[in-house]
Antibody, heavy 119, light 106 residues
């Protein structure tokens, strides 16, 4: 069974750093792109970017403007999303997703990690 | 940047057919996917490659894509279909989501 298990909810202050994770199981982790989707409270889905864990090839959404860094450790089947300096506007649910090998659809989603940034 | 436009809300009576549209420039040239998101849950893929259903998705869900518009159709809508629905396509190295449509079954 394909699963994407995400790290738990986080509460941070503005300016703090954060790294959240997504661990895949039930599939060949190095043969699929793993992406991240943001959903702010009460809002729609926003594409953040994607990483190929086998070689860490990464493609960011132009709208992110370098605010986050995606990485992966294929030896432990885990992808990461990190911030060096959080803002209140980063408060959101973050989903990791597996991108299907053909067609570009997102066939499996993690349970989400809620990040709250508040002073 | 590429944009996908969905109506904010659609209403349907139980047992009737609901249609949710997604519009974008030359969208018919791209593969479109649809996701269902119930309150408090992660999104779920219900249609991929315009009209294909993943395993476990009921046959009442179907999709089409032509010209500038993709359509998700739910035939014989049920109360449990009440959710937000998002279309998605790939354009120039990035995925794009529509703004989402809240489907109300009443």
């Amino acid at each position: 069974e394909v699963q994407l298990e995400q790290s738990g909810a986080e509460v941070k202050k503005p300016g703090e750093s954060l790294k959240i994770s997504c661990t895949g199981s039930g599939f060949s982790f190095t043969r699929y792109w793993v992406g991240w989707v943001r959903q702010r409270p009460g809002k729609g889905l926003e594409w953040m970017g994607i990483i190929y864990p086998d070689d860490s090839d990464t493609r960011y959404s132009p709208s992110l403007q370098g605010r986050v860094t995606m990485s992966a450790d294929k030896s432990i089947r885990t992808a990461y999303l990190q911030w060096s300096s959080l803002k209140a506007s980063d408060t959101a649910m973050y989903y990791c997703v597996r991108r299907a090998s053909t067609g570009g659809h997102l066939d499996y989603w993690g349970q989400g990690t809620l990040v709250t940034v508040s002073s | 940047s590429y944009e996908l436009t969905q109506p904010p809300s659609v209403s349907v009576s139980p047992g009737q057919t609901a249609s949710i549209t997604c519009s974008g420039d030359k969208l018919g040239d791209k593969f479109v996917s649809w996701y269902q998101q119930r309150p408090g849950q992660s999104p779920l893929l219900v249609i991929y490659e315009n009209g294909e259903r993943p395993s476990g998705i009921p046959e009442r869900f179907s999709g089409s894509n032509s010209g500038n518009t993709a359509t998700l159709t739910i035939s014989g809508a049920q109360a449990l279909d009440e959710a937000d629905y998002y279309c998605q396509a790939w354009d120039t190295n990035t995925e794009v989501f529509g703004g989402g449509t809240k489907l109300t079954v009443l």
